[in-house]
C-alpha cells in the first residue's frame, strides 16, 4: 500500500505541473502527458477498488479510502493547477504590457494602419509569445486591439485583447467583438481581457 501511495502522490504533483504549464503556456505536450498521467490515475483506482473489494473487512475500508485520495487528487490537481497557470500567464502578461500598450497607442494616434473591421495588422515588433495582432479601431467609438498567443496545439486560440468603447456610443454598429471569434472572455486589468476559443483557459 506504502508504494502505491507514493505512485499516486507522484503522479498526482506530475499532473499538477502539467497543468500549471498548460494553462500559463498552452503546448501539445502537456496536453498529452497530462492524458498520460490522467490515464494511469484512473487504472491505478480501477486496480486500487478492485483490490479493496477482494479483501473485504477493515483493509476494504483502507482501500476505499485510497480510492477516494487518488480521485480527490486528479481533481486538485486540475483546479489548482489552473488557478496556477493563469496567474503565472497574467503575471507574464502585465510584465509585457508596455510592449502591448505601444501597439494599441500607435494604433489610436495613426501610426498603425487599422480599419473598423476586426482583421490582422502588420506589426513591426510583436511582443514576447505573441504571433499577431487583429484590431479594430472606429475612432472616438471604439478600439479592439487582440495580441494571438503562440501554440502549438490544433484550432486553440487565445491570448490577450484590449476593449473599449465610448459611453456615449455604446451600441456600435461595426464589426469589432472579438466575443464573435472567442466566445470565453475573462478581465484582466482595466480594458485588458484574456480571450480564447476554448473553455477554462
Known sequence: MRYVNRTIVLLG????????????L???????????????????????VTVGLLKGGVQAYRWVLLALCCFLMVYGALVLGKAIGVSIADMRFRRNL???????????NGITPCNINLSRI??????D?????MAAYRRGVSIRVAFVAATDI???HEGYVYMWCSETNSSDPCDLRP???????????????????????
Not at 26 to 48: K, N, Q, R, Y
Not at 98 to 108: F, L, Q
Not at 122 to 127: A, E, I, M, T
Open 122 to 127: 502588420n506589426v513591426p515588433q510583436l511582443p
Open 13 to 24: 504533483i506530475g499532473l499538477l505541473m502539467l497543468s500549471a504549464s498548460f494553462y500559463s
Open 129 to 133: 509569445n505573441v504571433v499577431g495582432v
Open 26 to 48: 498552452p503546448s501539445l505536450f502537456c496536453v498529452l502527458g497530462a492524458v498520460i498521467i490522467i490515464f494511469c490515475l484512473v487504472i491505478t483506482l480501477f486496480c486500487v
Open 98 to 108: 508596455g510592449a502591448y500598450s505601444k501597439i494599441v497607442d500607435d494604433i489610436r
Open 154 to 156: 490544433p484550432l486553440l
Open 179 to 201: 466575443e464573435q471569434r472567442w466566445p470565453y472572455i475573462r478581465r484582466v486589468d482595466g480594458n485588458w481581457y484574456h480571450f480564447s476559443d476554448r473553455p477554462g483557459l
